[in-house]
């Protein structure tokens, strides 16, 4: 929230001004290096409108303190090399984790973006604190590999299912992670990473990553439907992420269907009606009803059904219906130009024709289905985006006045 000051306020005292005109010189730099670096001062002065003896001054109080640095100089012009100066890339480090039922996933970056580490293990975990161990000793291989250390990341984000209820201070509507929704979880998730830890659901995360990465630069209202341990919706509107007044838009697993499947109604009541009947767990239950035997998998009942078994095809196309009847509701609520389908399930082979068939059928106009590109690692790419935006404004609003300067 923005301060605004009351009408009757004293004024700030004149000595401030200086100090306030430095920072904000200081942010507004940073700011023009951060995306057109490198870059000479003379073409900061040019696209700032500063004068050169200001950007001089501002340039030296970056470097001080860390920010920025000399990056070589610019020759072939005419007069004098200039100097280049681009961001330091080890001024901060963006930590980002993807919790999941079979499997941890994990990154870390340098200010600019650049991974300096990447790493994706499956979990035995069947609890909360043997969930907790594994993401901690991720998260310290990550860092260590990085050259750094928890206590020196800039920003950490956690992509987990579920959504943060204030009232229990805990995560609610996990899903799939059982006693991933206790208010110990969170308590010891504060304890191992501090006071940089951000919260985001894994969903939303993966439709942040599509928009920055993926389909979603191509429009900028767009709903990103994940299906596969679990079924959600990351709805981008007008270039923003909609998370609604609790949270919980995009919560599509709890959309009411009756599905038929035989789903176990206690589950259904934990994770969501289509959830209980869309995840991959509904499908290997829908696939044994059709006779199917073996060690069987979503990905096996898909494989099948590509290679032409009528079982497994009945199956998929069960699935495609009920994921269609999902997408076709939320057109009449948002009518967004473009669905992207990720996860296991969702970009499984020739689904997104079989859910554009189905929706064909059943929606109320026609739109763009596409399958997401981003593949397994969606959610730690967009978690590394928005740990890298909240880390830019720690940066920025680190730029205080310092009167010893």
Aim: glycine share 12%; proline share 6%; with cysteine.
């Amino acid at each position: 929230m923005r301060d605004v000051a009351r009408p009757d306020a004293a004024p700030a005292p004149q000595a401030a001004r200086p100090q306030l005109i430095r920072t904000m010189n200081e942010q507004a730099m940073l700011d023009h290096i951060r995306w057109s670096g490198p870059i000479s001062r003379a073409e900061l002065a040019r696209i700032s409108g500063l004068s050169k003896p200001t950007v001089s001054q501002v340039l030296g109080s970056l470097e001080r303190v860390g920010l920025v640095r000399a990056a070589g100089t610019r020759t072939g012009v005419p007069g004098p090399a200039a100097v280049l100066y681009e961001v330091r890339p080890d001024a901060g480090h963006v930590l980002a984790l993807d919790v999941g039922r079979e499997y941890l996933r994990g990154a870390i970056s340098d200010l600019t973006g650049t991974v300096l580490a990447h790493e994706s293990v499956r979990t035995t975990a069947t609890h909360g604190p043997g969930r907790m161990k594994d993401l901690v000793a991720l998260a310290d291989r990550l860092v260590t590999a990085a050259g750094t250390s928890l206590p020196e990341v800039t920003q950490t984000v956690l992509g987990s299912p579920g959504v943060y209820d204030p009232r229990r201070d805990a995560l609610s509507l996990t899903g799939a992670l059982p006693g991933w929704d206790r208010p110990s979880v969170l308590v010891e998730l504060r304890e191992r990473f501090g006071p940089t830890l951000m919260l985001e659901n894994d969903v939303d995360a993966a439709a942040l990553a599509e928009l920055a990465h993926g389909h979603g630069r191509e429009v900028d209202t767009f709903a990103f439907v994940s299906v596969g341990t679990g079924v959600g919706m990351g709805l981008v509107l007008g270039g923003q992420l909609h998370r609604g007044a609790h949270g919980a838009a995009g919560e599509i697993g709890f959309m009411p269907f009756a599905d038929g499947t035989g789903s176990d109604e206690r589950d259904a009541r934990r994770r969501g009606t289509l959830e209980a009947a869309a995840s991959a767990a509904a499908v290997v239950r829908a696939a044994r009803r059709a006779g199917m035997g073996g060690s069987l998998t979503a990905r096996k009942v898909f494989t099948a059904a590509a290679a032409g078994d009528q079982r497994a095809a009945s199956v998929v196309s069960a699935e495609a219906g009920l994921v269609a009847r999902a997408i076709a509701a939320v057109v009449t609520v948002v009518d967004p130009p473009l669905v992207v389908l990720g996860g296991g399930i969702g970009q499984a082979p020739g689904f997104v024709e079989a859910v554009d068939r189905e929706l064909r059928a059943t929606a109320p106009v026609q739109l763009e289905l596409k399958v997401s590109a981003l593949g397994a690692d969606a959610v730690v790419d967009g978690c590394l985006a928005a740990g890298a935006a909240r880390a830019w404004e720690q940066v920025r609003a680190g730029l205080l006045p310092d009167p010893a300067r």
